[in-house]
């Protein structure tokens, strides 16, 4: 019960970190989660990031998994409300503004500089999840492999995730 508080502080204060996804977050949630609190460890978090990518619905619900982790079912609770309420009511309450400004000159600046932060923020998120799921050639290979896939066909995201856990289970036991 001690860990509820710090559940939500930490994923309250990751909620803010999401510009521009999920992703955002990580490298924050990484250090929080398994460096400063040692709820999880790198192998862990990246697991459960992973996992969380592949299920339906919003992509981030993985909070939920580390909470329950942590303390259970309240953890799990406390943790995806910290994380989605926050900026849920930031959204709802900027989104009711952003049309009244429709005039305002700092407007299209605003958008126009939160793209490459987004940007930023996401790819720093894909190098601190790279650092923990890229462990040798092989690991390396489906990397660039999936990579390489995604930027040059229109090949169904399902088919490589099938192809790397196949990968998985004949190479890396």
Do not use: C
Not at 36 to 53: N, P
Not at 67 to 96: C, D, H, I
Not at 125 to 130: D, H, Q, S, V
Request: net charge positive; proline share 5%; hydrophobic share 55%.
């Amino acid at each position: 019960m001690d860990q509820i508080p710090r559940l939500a502080g930490v994923f309250s204060y990751l909620s803010f970190l999401t510009i521009g996804g999920g992703m955002a977050a990580f490298p924050e949630m990484k250090n929080l989660v398994v460096n400063v609190h040692q709820w999880l460890t790198d192998e862990q978090l990246v697991h459960v990031y992973s996992v969380g990518q592949m299920s339906p619905g919003p992509n981030m619900m993985m909070v939920a998994e580390v909470g329950y982790l942590v303390a259970g079912f309240l953890g799990a609770l406390v943790a995806a409300l910290a994380f989605f309420l926050p900026t849920g009511f930031l959204t709802f309450a900027v989104g009711r503004i952003w049309n009244r400004l429709a005039g305002w000159p700092w407007r299209d600046s605003i958008q126009k500089g939160l793209g490459p932060v987004a940007i930023g923020m996401a790819v720093a998120g894909l190098i601190t999840f790279g650092k923990g799921a890229i462990h040798n050639w092989l690991t390396l290979a489906v990397a660039l492999a999936v990579f390489a896939a995604s930027l040059r066909t229109r090949i169904n995201p399902a088919l490589l995730i099938a192809s790397g856990a196949i990968v998985g289970v004949a190479g890396l036991r």
